[in-house]
């Protein structure tokens, strides 16, 4: 009897245990959802959201409590002034019932100069602070924003809202989760519907969406342990959805059609899901280890956002891979031919062969002419990718954002009314005596120089922690915080000032925060680590690849390949938001570049996504020539048969993709057309044009291992020597 690999083993187990792989996946989901319930997740707060210097600067700063939560009702009149008697009773009201508001601390009015007043006296700001961390300040809103409602009640003819740090936080927060959930709610509808398309039947698609929204569910529940040791971002639930729809749809296909194919060929129903256990199954586990191999390269990123990115997608990667190995095979034994029901009027039911005549048309095609087809589609992704060396990485800013939106608005007029609140390089001071000898001597020096500097704007403020241990000296500078002028100061502060000032005392530890700083550290702190990333990336993908199809050609062209349709689709973000391409059909402004997480991110995404693909397809052609077929005949088979199937997988995630470019965000935007150029391109001309043509010319090249990594083991394949240069060499039986 033929010996069964671990994927039609579980799947053997599954369709003859259905009822215990069933209620086991039922029971899992509900353990998860336990264990979510009883764990409070933790969140990323404070210093975790900054990198380098910046990082360590707030580090100092939160430890000693020299963050606190700032908040400001401003005050605006376009006719009134600060002197006017209706202008100072909405101050004075605020003032007081600030004062007496819950967690609300340290309220300092404008009235006597404790707080600032526009120089044209038409705006005024009420600052005080919201107790706890940032966390929980954002829960702690409450009682001063009905403050400044009450206070606007009284005086409609003044301006009076709110704006800090917890508000904005939270605002932003929430517009960004509704944006998500908007994404989401249109997502799975379009989902079933292309699945509708891609099966003719309900049933049958329904099996693909289901599995994968309790992965999902179970991986977002699962995560709040790995958050108790490195807290989470707040937005890796929706990366989660993302991620696992995609996996889920793609391994229920995987393992769907299959399983038709075989029941089409005349199989009964246990032999059936036995083929497609110990073929697609197969795939699908190679295909996974694969991505997750791509994922776990965010966390040499050393960004706390990216960690948990690569915890939660690698956490639901790994659940799509149990489930359709043991969940799938017995949810389709189960139903039988009932997986059929709910057809779809005029639509075909099992295609005997399983091939597509378009794919074998498209890829008979380019092998027939391998040379033209590699000139004219790699000659056009080339040229895609050409645009993506001209890429400048930017950081999202307010000017970025909606500009009808409510803290926008609010932002905008604080920031013409009072230019020195905005704008601010912190430096952070540490040493064992920050208020006097030569910390304190070195930080006077420090505001000396800084007043001299055309650099800087006027009104440094030093402020002490309780212990005087770390002092924070605030220096407002030009520049709008994202921009070249925001740089240049930075620079003069982190290179000239610091350096010949405090930063040369003996015992004093100075690091530079702020909106610049922060922006500049992240930047440079993923620009030093993407080679790490790729190289780290590519190797895993090159041994996982190598001991699968016992080939060193096979790796190598999957990662050239890859590279490739994702160089195509950074030089598709550089043309679109970069240079502004398309800006009145996508709804957006460009601000020259491309947002600083989305290279990253993409990269992992379609690396894992692609080699997914690629795994699927290879392994049926790597079946076909086990079976005895030439790799021209095993190619064209295997590529013409799996097409539809990877066509289908990719439309869905193109559409979902797509979804993202309606949101109002333009970093969401980026990460929708990024991801969907790629796909796309993917699943069409890598797959079905440079993919057959590049291994009919390479013919059993394709399969060349060196004798030196024999040990290898075979399972049963054939394996080829080294060809010889003059003679085409005979496959030998493995």
């Given at each position: ?22 209620f ?8 998860a ?28 700063l ?39 508001a819950q967690?609300?601390v ?14 044209d ?5 009420v ?22 409602a009450?206070v ?13 740090s ?26 079933l ?6 099966f ?7 099996i693909?969406?289901?599995?994968g929204?309790?992965a999902?569910m ?35 296909l ?32 190679i ?13 040499l990123s ?17 659940i799509?891979?149990?489930a ?5 095979p ?19 039911k ?15 095609g380019a092998?027939r ?22 890429m ?27 230019p020195?609140?905005?704008?601010v ?7 064992d ?9 070195g ?72 909106s ?7 930047r ?20 996982i690849m ?15 390949l ?35 997480w ?14 997914d ?5 290879l392994?049926?052609?790597r079946?076909?020539?086990q079976?005895g077929?030439t ?12 097409a ?29 057309v ?10 069409t ?8 043509a ?17 040990w ?23």
């Amino acid at each position: 009897m033929e010996k069964r690999n671990l994927a039609a083993r579980a799947g053997h187990w599954s369709a003859t245990h259905r009822k215990t792989a069933i209620f086991g996946w039922l029971g899992f989901v509900v353990v998860a959802f336990m264990i979510g319930n009883a764990v409070a997740p933790k969140e990323m707060h404070g210093a975790d959201d900054f990198s380098g210097e910046s990082g360590r600067a707030e580090t100092a700063l939160f430890d000693s409590g020299l963050r606190p939560n700032d908040e400001n009702v401003m005050v605006q009149s376009d006719s009134l002034r600060i002197q006017d008697p209706r202008f100072r009773s909405a101050v004075t009201q605020a003032s007081n019932e600030l004062s007496k508001a819950q967690y609300v601390v340290n309220v300092k009015s404008p009235i006597g100069g404790g707080a600032p007043v526009s120089d044209d006296g038409h705006a005024a700001l009420v600052q005080f602070q919201i107790t706890g961390d940032d966390l929980q300040a954002a829960d702690r809103l409450a009682s001063s924003k009905a403050v400044v409602a009450s206070v606007q009640d009284d005086h409609p003819d003044l301006r009076v809202e709110q704006f800090g740090s917890a508000s904005t936080k939270k605002e932003l927060n929430t517009i960004f989760q509704n944006d998500l959930f908007k994404a989401e709610g249109l997502s799975f509808p379009l989902t079933l519907l292309i699945l509708i398309v891609a099966f003719g039947a309900l049933v049958a698609a329904l099996i693909p969406l289901l599995l994968g929204i309790t992965a999902v569910m179970a991986a977002e529940q699962l995560l709040t342990l790995p958050s108790q040791l490195s807290p989470v971002d707040g937005n890796v639930s929706s990366v989660i959805l993302l991620i696992g729809l995609a996996v889920c749809v793609d391994y229920s296909l995987f393992y769907l059609r299959r399983e038709r194919e075989a029941r089409a060929a005349g199989k009964e129903m246990g032999d059936a899901l036995d083929v497609a256990a110990g073929t697609s199954g197969k795939a699908v586990l190679i295909s996974g280890v694969t991505v997750i191999a791509a994922m776990a390269g965010m966390f040499l990123s050393g960004d706390k956002t990216f960690i948990s990115f690569a915890e939660g997608t690698i956490l639901v990667v790994a659940i799509a891979i149990v489930a359709s190995l043991t969940v799938l095979p017995a949810v389709l034994s189960w139903l039988g031919d009932r997986v059929e029901n709910g057809r779809i009027p005029f639509m075909r039911k099992r295609r005997p062969a399983g091939e597509s005549r378009f794919w074998s048309r498209v890829v008979s095609g380019a092998m027939r002419r391998p040379w033209l087809s590699i000139a004219l589609a790699g000659g056009a992704l080339v040229a895609l990718a050409i645009p993506a060396f001209g890429m400048k990485i930017v950081t999202s800013g307010p000017d970025d954002l909606p500009q009808d939106l409510a803290l926008i608005k609010t932002y905008n007029t604080i920031k013409a009314a009072f230019p020195e609140e905005t704008v601010v390089a912190d430096v952070a001071v540490e040493a064992d005596d920050v208020r006097s000898g030569p910390a304190a001597a070195g930080i006077a020096r420090l505001q000396r120089q800084a007043a001299n500097s055309d650099q800087v704007r006027p009104g440094t403020e030093v402020t002490y922690s309780k212990d005087g241990t770390v002092a924070l000296v605030s220096i407002p500078t030009v520049g709008g915080g994202n921009d070249a002028e925001s740089e240049a100061a930075l620079d003069q502060i982190r290179d000239v000032l610091v350096p010949a000032t405090v930063g040369a005392v003996p015992g004093v530890t100075v690091n530079v925060s702020g909106s610049a700083a922060s922006s500049v550290d992240f930047r440079d702190q993923l620009k030093n680590r993407l080679p790490l990333i790729f190289g780290f990336v590519f190797a895993l993908t090159f041994i996982i690849m190598l001991f699968t199809f016992r080939s060193i050609v096979i790796p190598i062209k999957a990662i050239l390949l890859n590279l490739l349709s994702v160089g195509a689709a950074y030089g598709v973000l550089v043309l679109v938001f970069q240079n502004g391409w398309g800006e009145s059909l996508l709804g957006f402004t460009s601000n020259g570049g491309v947002t600083n997480w989305l290279p990253l991110f993409l990269f992992v995404i379609l690396f894992g996504l692609s080699m997914d693909y690629h795994v699927f397809i290879l392994s049926r052609v790597r079946e076909n020539y086990q079976a005895g077929m030439t790799t021209e005949e095993a190619v064209r088979r295997g590529i013409s048969a799996t097409a539809g199937t990877v066509t289908s997988a990719a439309i869905v995630m193109v559409v979902v993709f797509s979804v993202f470019i309606t949101l109002s965000f333009i970093d969401f935007k980026e990460m929708g057309v990024g991801l969907a150029v790629a796909i796309l391109i993917d699943a069409t001309i890598i797959r079905g044009v440079l993919l057959p043509a590049s291994m009919k010319l390479l013919g059993d090249w394709n399969w060349y291992l060196p004798q030196w990594l024999g040990w290898i083991p075979e399972r049963g394949e054939r394996t080829l020597p080294a060809p010889e240069p003059a003679v085409k060499p005979r496959p030998a039986e493995g």
